[in-house]
């Protein structure tokens, strides 16, 4: 069984603070990873993909991956309390053997994080 | 116009009652998914469709069943719903554009009496 791992929080951080989410995956040949946001009731929206090693920035998010520690990670700088939501890590499971491109996504239960007024 | 549209938004049945959730998109994608979330639980995949002839059965598949009528559209069936099956049930899609990122519907919260 694939497994993506998050802590469940909640992560508490203050406005303007930089809030740090870490996520672990078991599957070793994940090529994708992925970082969703999910405000309570509304539908998960991608925030960032990373495919290489190191890091990915996008405004204030910025994504990290370390395939040799199976760690993905995501920092979100100058938290603001619009952030306030779960996160959400995915990673790719390639199927075996390898016959097509067609592959799902395994979700980690999520992050639930609160930014601070 | 929403690209994944998800009808009905909430429902409400009784037990033992037969239920269809349907899905539609307009990004033009080839895959299609439904998941469930529930709290605590996360996101589980219930049943996937990389094509219309292409069905398969995800994590948790017992006592659902699907139908790819087309590749715009995916719908999710409970033969006879149980309280254990209530839920919040989201569509998502992607394509070979996409790699393999999803797009998700708006979802479907689901309550069985």
């Known amino acids: 069984q694939k497994e993506v791992e998050q802590n469940s929080g909640p992560l508490s951080v203050p406005e303007g603070a930089i809030a740090s989410l870490n996520c672990t995956y078991s599957d070793r040949v994940s090529q994708s990873f992925f970082w969703y946001r999910q405000y309570s009731g509304k539908s998960p929206e991608l925030i960032m993909s990373?495919?290489?090693?190191g890091d990915k920035e996008d405004g204030r998010f910025t994504a990290q991956l370390n395939k040799a520690s199976q760690y993905v990670s995501l920092l979100i700088r100058d938290s603001q309390p619009s952030d306030s939501a779960t996160y959400l890590c995915a990673v790719n499971n390639i199927p075996q053997p390898i016959i097509s491109s067609n592959y799902k996504l395994t979700f980690g239960k999520g992050t639930l994080l609160t930014v601070n007024p | 116009d929403a690209d994944v549209t998800q009808t009905p938004r909430n429902r409400i049945t009784k037990t033992g009652k037969r239920i269809m959730l349907e899905c539609s998109q307009t990004?033009?994608?080839?895959?299609m998914y439904w998941y469930r979330q529930d709290p605590g639980l996360g996101l589980r995949l219930i049943y996937y469709?990389?094509?219309?002839?292409?069905?398969n059965k995800g994590e948790i598949s017992d006592g659902y069943s699907v139908s790819r009528q087309a590749q715009a559209k995916f719908s999710l069936s409970l033969e006879s719903a149980i309280p254990n099956q209530t839920a919040l049930y989201f569509c998502?899609?992607?394509?070979?554009?996409?790699?393999?990122?999803?797009?998700f519907g708006p979802g479907t919260r689901l309550l069985v009496l």
């Open positions: 998502a899609t992607s394509g070979v554009l996409s790699g393999e990122t999803q797009y």
């Open positions: 990004k033009g994608h080839d895959r």
């Open positions: 469709s990389f094509d219309v002839k292409d069905i």
């Open positions: 990373i495919y290489s090693n």
